[in-house]
RNA sequence: GGCCUCAUCGUCUAAUGGUUAGGACAUUGCCCUUUCAAGGCGAAAAUACGAGUUCGAUCCUCGUUGGGGCUACCA
């Protein structure tokens, strides 16, 4: 059974990458039938946020990336945990972790390390300003178990290292990169346990995903440097080892480091600008993925489906919005009218603007729908949507001289607008088919320019200088309203 | 600085030891058209550089350059 899990930090909120990890990491567990786990890795209580972990769950969730084991969202946005191999929040799991750093100490695989920070520090600097590698010199792995016993028994400050070996070199394989080697010279004897009492993410994370039977660790790259450490405590435990794959990291357009600075980096930020769930994973699915076919378009399914960690590249891509939007277009195009007018109505509300006014008749709620159909063609986020469609609401204030057609004179509005409003009040169907059809008659029949007839028309009943077409823009507004709003322009040109 | 890692149009990417190096987004031209959007048909745009292997390298090897990561009692 194929277990894979996200095990992000609770610092604030779901980074976008962490979004593609969660995604690539559920992707491959679902599509060979296996689980998916979200862990919390909160070991670090200095960057601790307290709704970080809430925040974290109800991006993903939105993303529909809910995981089978682990943390979960529950009723009335609370944290809950669900699963055999719990609990799945770190800072609840201390004694373990502390279990097994004692297992090491015993063995001689690990040693308690006094050393304070000046001391480090002052050690980095010298390595540094003598071009040496930095890492820990090893100083307190020569203390006597026993003394090193007694002073922890006497209450004085330490952390607990792992001994790594300094010769020869660790080979690892990673389903992205293929074999990756590390000098072992270069391993430093590292932390495994703060001074607090917490594990550092080396320790915890090992001892975690084989507690909870992780077969795939799908993680950053940032990840790759240590997979010496992670490999050597995985061998003095004799585990078995994961597969591992590290993805390339998401960057700015400027290629450095995608960063809060240049733009949104929180899920939450994108959903709070009316992009919508579908569009934010296909795009993110295709950084860095694609099915090697002309096939763009796709959902959560399908890409469960197709996805593939071999086929994942190694190169870090640009995380570039352009495409985002036009993803957002694409699923606001395809998206049934009434899961948009449910997913619209908090945007209107938000804006002002009442979305079920007592308009449109018999129609009712469909009335609503009809008015986004007008501009859903024309926005990339939902968030667009009230102000484009405005005008059916308020008519715009404008200038008489819109209402003039480019290759039309004022004399010329000023004779059709009164005529087309006349023949419009006449008319008995209301509907944007039947309006187009008599309309066009109607030009026919009088030798005008279309242009000259539709410009005025659809200016007077939008406002706008930019609009769609003023059959369907009539349509939605009835005939009461259309003709007031003709009325109107009508008096403008007059003035 | 040291170590690890990556490198195809502006961006995301496809491709093979021999192709007119393909697609998408963005840009742009034309068409459609009352405006805008959409749509249709086009255009421009890339194998970072230098060696080597080879009859032939975008592809294999080495180097250079550039980017990114790590180098924390952060994850």
């Not at 600097?125 to 930095?134: F, G, I, L």
């Not at 203390?143 to 001994?163: F, H, N, S, T, Y």
């Not at 799908?218 to 590290?246: C, D, M, N, T």
Request: one cysteine or more.
């Amino acid at each position: 059974m194929i277990r894979t899990r996200f095990a992000p930090s609770p610092t604030g909120y779901l980074h976008v990458g962490g979004l593609r990890t969660a995604l690539y990491s559920y992707l491959f567990a679902k599509q060979k039938g296996g689980k998916f786990l979200l862990r919390i890795e909160d070991t670090d209580r200095e960057r601790f946020v307290t709704d970080g972990t809430l925040n974290i769950l109800k991006s993903l969730y939105w993303a529909g990336i809910v995981p089978d084991e682990g943390a979960q969202l529950g009723k009335g946005d609370t944290v809950t945990q669900k699963g055999k191999h719990g609990p799945y929040i770190q800072s609840e799991r201390l004694d373990i972790y502390k279990e097994y750093a004692a297992e090491l100490l015993d063995a001689g695989h690990a040693y308690y390390c006094f050393c304070n920070s000046e001391r480090l520090e002052q050690l980095r600097e010298t390595q540094q300003k003598n071009k040496m590698p930095t890492g820990y010199d090893g100083a307190c792995a020569a203390m006597a178990p026993a003394e090193a016993k007694k002073r922890v028994a006497a209450g004085e400050k330490c952390v607990v290292r792992l001994k790594m070996p300094k010769d020869g070199e660790t080979r690892a394989k990673d389903l992205i990169r293929g074999e990756v080697v590390f000098k072992n010279e270069l391993q430093d004897d590292f932390i495994m346990l703060k001074s607090d009492g917490y594990p550092t993410y080396h320790l915890a994370s090992v001892v975690d995903d084989n507690a909870m039977e992780i077969t795939h660790v799908v993680r950053g790259e940032e990840w790759l440097s240590s997979l010496p450490k992670h490999i050597q405590l995985y061998a003095y435990f004799k585990w078995e080892i994961p597969e591992f794959s590290h993805l390339p990291l998401l960057l700015n357009p400027d290629k450095s480091k995608l960063s809060k600075r240049q733009g949104d980096v929180a899920v939450e930020d994108f959903r709070a600008k009316g992009y919508l769930p579908e569009a934010m994973v296909n795009f993110i699915a295709f950084l860095g993925w694609n099915p090697g076919t002309a096939k763009e378009m796709y959902s959560l399914e399908e890409l469960v489906k197709d996805f593939s960690l071999e086929k994942v590249s190694k190169a870090s891509a640009v995380f570039n919005l352009e495409k985002l939007d036009w993803y957002n277009k694409e699923y606001l195009r395809q998206m049934p009218l009434e899961e948009l007018a449910k997913q619209a109505m908090p945007w209107f509300e938000k804006a002002g603007l009442n979305p079920s006014p007592n308009r449109g008749g018999a129609r009712g709620g469909v009335w609503f729908e009809s008015v986004l159909a007008l501009e859903r063609e024309r926005v990339a986020t939902l968030s667009e949507l009230p102000a484009a469609v405005k005008f059916v609401f308020i008519l715009p204030e404008y200038e008489a001289k819109l209402l003039i057609w480019r290759k039309g004179t004022l004399a010329e509005a000023l004779k059709i607008l009164p005529e087309i409003k006349d023949f419009l009040a006449g008319l008995k169907k209301w509907d944007k088919a039947s309006l187009e059809i008599k309309i066009g008659e109607w030009i026919k029949e009088k030798d005008y320019a279309t242009g000259s007839v539709l410009w005025p028309l659809r200016v007077s009943l939008s406002g706008q200088e930019n609009s769609p077409g003023p059959y369907e823009i009539a349509e939605v507004l009835g005939k009461d309203e259309s003709l007031k709003r003709l009325e109107t322009a009508i008096a403008k040109l007059k003035n």
